[in-house]
DNA sequence: GTACATGCAAACGGTTTGCATATCT
DNA sequence: AGATATGCAAACCGTTTGCATGTAC
């Protein structure tokens, strides 16, 4: 809960407000295992303050995001967010089947960027970079809908 | 211009049909070095024929998509299409700054791949895969403005 | 002639903006 | 009190759908 104080800090540091929507949208985010795309913080949201607004939700993220509070991920046409953890940085990778998002720890990529920079003169911008796929427990579920089994 | 042909028996073998339309955007997607977008082929196609509509285009499009012709790639928030070409796979690297495209040999991603499956029991989509970043062209304009320089 | 394609308009889904009212400080 | 945040409505942008007209076959 580190993350809370220190974004509340912030706030009150550039004369920002504490108001009771942007703490309610910090800890749903805060909450979370991984990132949560907009219209799930809007739901949680919701359940605590039925009035609040989607454009709410919106607009805190970004400043969160402005802040440095949270970290945004796009993953199709859906944003997400997830308290920034600079600490451990990290990429994603997103199962089509099942939607759900899993972090990618950065040493899987290191050798794939370090060869796109040094071959191709290419530098990836790995804060955005979401790998698509099909994680196990789908690809179990698939193969057992194939066979016929369970 | 092997893809016209068979794009074109193809057509024929489904009983669809040969309109101008179809062929003008076929051979706008065919002549481009790498992936289009949408609004990019739209544009091209008016100064063949201005009365042609966004919604030719992208049914027209999808419809080629479905027959094998065109491959899809989603960037950001908008679809681009490039004609496909099974003989040589690859993904694509989009820069950030100049929005070009360039392909992505996939031996640069098979270690990430490997790795990825063996040990995260991920599998990756690679046929959807895009890579952003800064390509080196505007990384040496970067760095010429920063320093002052040209 | 008939089925399929097109153009146009309207809908859609996620996100952003304008503005009057409400609230934090 | 005064500046900032909120809720609501409407705009936005890329994409899709409905439907009457047009055209390839």
Redesign the pocket.
């Known amino acids: 809960m580190l993350e809370y104080t220190k974004a509340l800090e912030t706030l009150r540091a550039m ?8 703490m309610l949208i910090l800890s749903i985010v805060a909450s979370g295992n991984s990132h949560m ?3 799930q913080v809007f739901q949680r949201a919701k359940e605590s ?1 039925p ?6 939700v ?3 993220l ?1 400043l969160f995001k402005k802040l440095g509070v949270v970290s945004e991920v796009a993953i199709g ?3 997400h967010f997830e308290v920034a953890n600079p600490e451990s940085p990290h990429q994603h990778m997103v199962c089509l089947v099942c939607s759900e998002a899993y972090d990618l720890p950065p040493q899987y990529l290191e050798e794939f960027r370090h060869s796109l920079v040094q071959e191709l003169a290419f530098e990836p911008d790995l804060k955005n970079f979401t790998v698509t796929g099909v994680c196990s427990q789908c690809a179990r579920d698939k193969s057992n809908s194939e066979t016929g089994g369970f």
């Open positions: 004369g920002l407000r504490l108001t009771p929507q942007r795309d907009v219209d303050y009035y609040i607004d989607i454009t709410t919106y607009r805190t970004q046409n859906r944003l």
